[in-house]
């Protein structure tokens, strides 16, 4: 599907930095909206329901599964997360850029829905500083912690697939990479619009 708007999505292994890139993103380019997604694990300290995730039960996840509700949804770290078609289809179609925050398969999923959607991966420049910045954001146990650890291997192996990958050393720098991208791509979108109404225009088809 083609729609005015582009569609960015990023995917990490926990603890990469991807909340804090994209939300630096949000601050500095207001044409870029987040998707909220659809999560069964519970809310970390200063999370809200509906601005960091809408928090729901199993029974409401499965629901919404049920109901056709999701465009992706995967099970990551044990727990399921899923995005709903209501939180891009409409914006995308005004126009509007949406960024993505969700894992490798949830990735794949939107690629296969919008073939223009652009993924984006970051990647740590260490394990050992992946395991410090998820000890030092002191919100996980330490036996999610370990999980999180022993699941990145495996995403981290997925990084091939995306379109490209920014590794999150100096924060400032990655946060470059990343803008730099989303500005690429707007161009890019806007240069193809353009031609495909000239050509149409020249053809002389309304
Ligand atoms: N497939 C999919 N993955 C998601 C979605 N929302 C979040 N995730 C991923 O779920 C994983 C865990 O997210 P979270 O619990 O917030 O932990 P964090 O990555 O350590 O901040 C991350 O890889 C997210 O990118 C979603 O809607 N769909
Ligand atoms: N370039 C960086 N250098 C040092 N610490 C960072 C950097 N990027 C993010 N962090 C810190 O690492 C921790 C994990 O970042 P976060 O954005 O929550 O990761 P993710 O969303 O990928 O799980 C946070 O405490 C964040 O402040």
Same mark, same amino acid.
């Given at each position: ?10 995917? *990490? ?60 949804? *995967? ?115 806007? *240069? ?15």
């Amino acid at each position: 599907m083609d729609y005015p708007g582009n569609l960015f999505v990023v995917s *990490a292994p926990s603890g990469a930095g991807k909340s804090s890139l994209v939300k630096a993103l949000l601050e500095l380019d207001s044409h870029v909206q987040p998707s909220v997604s659809h999560t069964t694990r519970a809310p970390r300290g200063q999370e809200k329901h509906g601005r960091e995730y809408f928090f729901v039960s199993e029974q409401e996840f499965d629901a919404m599964v049920a109901a056709n509700g999701f465009v992706e949804w *995967a099970n990551v770290h044990g727990r399921r997360y899923g995005t709903s078609r209501k939180a891009i289809e409409e914006r995308v179609a005004l126009g509007a850029d949406v960024v993505l925050e969700i894992d490798y398969q949830g990735a794949l999923q939107i690629k296969q829905a919008f073939v223009n959607a652009v993924l984006i991966f970051i990647l740590p420049p260490s394990w050992e500083e992946l395991r410090s910045r998820l000890e030092r954001r002191g919100e996980d146990a330490a036996d999610v912690i370990d999980l999180r650890l022993k699941n990145a291997e495996e995403e981290m192996a997925q990084a091939g697939k995306f379109d490209f990958v920014i590794i999150n050393e100096v924060f400032e720098r990655a946060l470059f990479d990343l803008k730099t991208i989303v500005h690429a791509q707007r161009l890019k979108y806007a *240069a193809q619009r353009r031609a495909r109404a000239d050509t149409f225009e020249s053809l002389n088809i309304p």
